[in-house]
Nanobody, 123 residues
Framework: QVQLVQSGGGSVQAGGSLRLSCAAY????????EAWFRQAPGKEREGVAT???????TYIDSVKGRFTISRDNAKNTLYLQMNTLKPEDTAMYYC?????????????????WGQGTQVTVSS
């Protein structure tokens, strides 16, 4: 049974930084994809970044150069370092795992989800 437990997030002023964490339990597949999604009120859930089991990463254009996705294999923990935050980054952020290769950054392709954590950026 895969379980994802998130921590981090909070409120910050524009230009500030936050780090999200996602502890993963029970991921025994050798090939998997981990991702961060976000969902703002009234909007669809949006994929932000992925990292595959080989450590390769992808980002959506709006966060490139500001966000970094990473993983600590020893701790089985996924991270999202968010720098130079903007008010439009305000959303509930979710970590997710797909059992298989990263092939599309859409919520329907992911099998397990964290509980979500709020990020609020004020101007």
């Amino acid at each position: 049974q895969v379980q994802l437990v998130q921590s981090g997030g909070g409120s910050v002023q524009a230009g500030g930084s936050l780090r999200l964490s996602c502890a993963a339990y029970g991921v025994t597949y050798s090939t998997y994809c981990e991702a961060w999604f976000r969902q703002a009120p009234g909007k669809e859930r949006e994929g932000v970044a992925t990292i595959d089991s080989d450590g390769r990463t992808t980002y959506i254009d709006s966060v490139k150069g500001r966000f970094t996705i990473s993983r600590d294999n020893a701790k089985n923990t996924l991270y999202l370092q968010m720098n130079t935050l903007k008010p439009e980054d305000t959303a509930m952020y979710y970590c997710a795992v797909r059992l298989g290769r990263c092939y599309v950054l859409h919520s329907s392709a992911f099998h397990y989800w964290g509980q979500g954590t709020q990020v609020t950026v004020s101007s």
